[in-house]
């Protein structure tokens, strides 16, 4: 199993680039089952998230080929409608293929998720939100097989944002016979993404950005080109490890409109800040502040941050509260933060931060995918030696983080 060994101690300075976000790549891709013509994506980032979404729309049948800076992706020939328990169980945004499939298709097979680290994470939302579409549903031998001659419009209201649950639903709706309004549905810029994505491609789409989205669904959609959004999360974990290090870092091609709630955080712990164009530049003079937070869904703060946050809280001066409202159980990376030496107490889905002056190198081991992004940061400003296992989770979300931190002067190094 890979590792990373990381010296702390360094500052972070220099430029970064920020890669395709892996969070509309994942959904975008799946949208190429909607059509049978090419999808030309831009900005695909490097990861194994990537690779496995690529391996399994490929199994489906879909022929994926890189053509210079783009990749094509064509699902003219699509002859197994299934994704399997292999698949899912590695990475859960593989459920996205259900909604496409069966408005396309009018069948799918896709294996139920489990449980995963992060808590148990259900797809119900996705199931139901078809059924109110005329689909079939049944559960068998751990699979979800959804039939359906063709799936009708409706109008359903999520009894809590689910991102994915949103994307699906958007996407099935696309192909379905009249009008579907999604109530409660998921504001996250990915879905934005993934509605500009399905505009091209001739989808009717409105209202994404807003917790009310509206689809005509047509009987066909065509070919298009897309350029995939800059990752806000990956932006966020680099812009939190210069905070933390202490160092001047600019990250290009991002987008501050979209990180909001982090930038304010961030500004909040003492980071200055300048933002031009797609340039995002921080200057971190001094110990952080401890920073106060509640994860929720957008605009507010992102669950997929909240672990960096911790890592910032654990050196910084004076206590934070850290409460987790999306995910039970996403307090994974609180241990093994411990055994660098940080204080923290966790009480249900609070965490309290009291900031020390300093973390000791130690071995951790990588839990999830942002989990691990927080032991990388707390590895950055630790004394010594910090050795992260597991980080296969990492390479999941990020694409070549080691070599990006390199690049800012980190000394960090892969063990294979
Ligand atoms: C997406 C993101 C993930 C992010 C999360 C929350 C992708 C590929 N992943 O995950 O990085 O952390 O949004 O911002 O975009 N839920 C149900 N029933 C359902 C669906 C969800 O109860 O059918 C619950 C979940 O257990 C969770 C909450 O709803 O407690 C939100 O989950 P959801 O927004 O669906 O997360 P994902 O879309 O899986």
Do not use: W
Request: with cysteine; glycine share 8%.
């Amino acid at each position: 199993m890979q590792k990373l060994a990381i010296q702390g101690g360094n500052r972070l300075n220099g430029e970064v680039r920020i890669s395709g976000a892996k969070n509309a790549a994942l959904p975008i891709m799946c949208a190429s089952l909607l059509a049978a013509d090419d999808l030309i994506l831009a900005n695909l980032p490097d990861m194994h998230d990537v690779a496995t979404m690529g391996k399994l729309l490929q199994q489906m049948g879909v022929k994926i080929e890189p053509d210079g800076q783009t990749t094509r992706f064509n699902a003219a020939h699509v002859d197994k409608l299934e994704a399997p328990y292999d698949m899912v169980k590695t990475m859960r945004a593989a459920i996205l293929v259900l909604g496409p499939l069966v408005a396309r298709f009018g069948e799918a097979r896709v294996s139920l998720p489990g449980g995963c680290a992060i808590g148990s994470r259900p797809v119900d939302l996705h199931i139901k939100g078809l059924q109110a579409m005329g689909a079939e549903i049944h559960i068998e031998h751990g699979y979800i097989h959804a039939t359906a001659s063709r799936l009708k419009g409706a109008r359903i209201c999520f009894d809590l944002v689910s991102v994915t649950g949103t994307e699906n639903l958007m996407m099935a709706a696309a192909l379905a016979d009249g009008v579907t309004v999604l109530e409660n549905a998921a504001r996250e810029p990915e879905v934005i993404d993934l509605a500009v994505c399905l505009r091209a491609m001739g989808a009717k789409v409105s209202g994404d950005g807003t917790d009310t989205i509206t689809i005509t669904g047509v009987d066909k959609l065509h070919g298009a080109s897309h350029r995939i959004m800059p990752d806000r999360i990956e932006s966020g974990t680099f812009l939190v490890a210069a905070a933390a290090t202490g160092g001047k870092i600019v990250l290009t091609d991002a987008r501050a409109d979209i990180l909001d709630n982090v930038l304010d955080k961030l500004r909040e712990a003492g980071a200055k800040i300048e933002v031009s164009g797609d340039r995002i530049e921080l200057e971190m003079d001094r110990r952080p502040t401890a920073v106060n937070l509640r994860t929720a869904p957008y605009p507010a703060f992102p669950t997929d941050m909240q672990a960096q946050f911790m890592a910032l809280n654990t050196i910084a001066e004076g206590s934070a509260i850290v409460v987790e409202t999306i995910f039970e159980n996403r307090f994974m990376h609180v241990q093994e933060l411990r055994r660098l030496g940080a204080q923290i107490d966790v009480e249900g889905n609070t965490a309290v931060i009291k900031g020390c002056a300093q973390l000791e190198g130690a071995t951790v081991m990588a839990t999830d995918l942002r989990a691990s992004a927080s032991l990388v940061i707390a590895g950055l400003v630790a004394q010594g030696e910090t050795v992260v296992d597991r980080i296969y989770h990492l390479d999941r979300g990020y694409e070549h983080i080691e070599a990006k931190l390199s690049a800012l002067g980190a000394q960090i190094r892969r063990i294979k």
